[in-house]
């Protein structure tokens, strides 16, 4: 894709490959939709032109071109090496997220109706799903909904389904309110909307009928011991406090990994045990010249304000780097 010829403040011209439909896209269909009327959606739309905006004043360029990765010559995917080798880009600037979703590995966890969160959020966001059959993607319009885990997205999963129509929701976690990892804001949104909380309970397994739809949740009830590495307590199963919970549809929520795709593909990027890019935390530099990274692909699934200020102190060490050279 042919780089913007014209900008409004000097600076190196931008570039910004991505798989989604548009730039920042995850600020957008992350979050639940307001499906029934409230709020405002038009709000996140202006965050994540707020966010276009950001990073293009710090790059000093006005216009970014959002494209698929490989979006030349009809190909699906390009390298970073193909970047800087054959496209002629100066410097890279990986920002691809940690979206790679974590699953417990339990039987039952390939049914029909389960999903991760990311999936769900996306398909209901995005593709619009909640309007099937007027859009083309359908979601399952659970009835009775558990969202597995305790963070945000986890928040954002239920309010969704509640959105589109779920009697009840449950969020099952396997730790106490006070450990929750979610904001207390959001916390208090998803009560609100009446999103009702199996706290100290984890998943055993997941069963279904004949069609390989899943119909229950055999969870177990937990109690909190000594702390473990993240300085959270512990939790520790209570025996012989199994029970069954009727579900139609459940939301994995546990949490996401690096996606493995840009690290595998380029070599002389090196990356810590969990797949997360090595970079400097001040300037974005990997251990490939020319290369950069920031956000959750860096320093793990967090937020869009980290990311953003990531990206912020990136630009300029980016800038620097193409002004002197200097590696």
Not at 115 to 141: C, H, I, Q
Request: glycine share 12%.
């Amino acid at each position: 894709m042919p780089r913007p010829d014209k900008r409004i403040v000097p600076g190196p011209d931008l570039n910004a490959p991505t798989t989604a439909s548009r730039a920042n896209s995850w600020t957008k269909y992350g979050g639940p939709e307001t499906i029934d009327g409230r709020g405002a959606p038009s709000q996140i739309e202006v965050t994540v032109d707020e966010i276009t905006v950001l990073v293009s004043v710090a790059l000093g360029t006005q216009d970014i071109a959002a494209c698929t990765p490989g979006d030349r010559d009809g190909d699906q995917s390009i390298t970073v090496d193909e970047l800087l080798d054959e496209e002629g880009f100066d410097a890279v600037f990986i920002g691809t997220g940690a979206g790679l979703p974590y699953f417990m590995n339990i039987p039952g966890e390939n049914l029909n109706g389960i999903y991760s969160a990311n999936e769900y959020l996306t398909r209901a966001n995005l593709m619009k799903a909640y309007l099937f059959p007027e859009a083309d993607t359908p979601v399952t319009k659970g009835k009775h909904v558990a969202v597995v885990g305790g963070g945000n997205v986890a928040m954002d999963a239920a309010r969704t389904a509640r959105r589109m129509g779920a009697e009840k929701v449950y969020v099952v976690y396997r730790r106490s309110k006070k450990e929750m990892p979610a904001r207390i804001e959001e916390i208090h949104h998803a009560e609100e909307e009446g999103i009702e909380f199996h706290l100290l309970t984890n998943p055993l397994r997941f069963l279904g009928n004949e069609e390989a739809w899943v119909t229950e949740a055999e969870c177990q009830r937990m109690e909190l011991g000594e702390p473990d590495a993240s300085g959270r307590r512990r939790p520790v199963p209570v025996k012989g406090s199994e029970f069954r919970l009727a579900v139609d549809t459940v939301v994995m929520s546990i949490g996401n990994g690096a996606n493995p795709l840009v690290p595998a593909t380029t070599p002389g990027l090196d990356t810590n045990k969990w797949g997360n890019i090595l970079a400097d935390q001040e300037t974005g530099k990997t251990s490939k010249k020319g290369v950069f990274a920031g956000g959750d692909i860096v320093i793990g699934a967090a937020t869009v304000i980290l990311a953003m200020g990531a990206g912020r102190k990136a630009a300029d060490a980016i800038h620097e780097y193409i002004k002197t050279g200097v590696w």
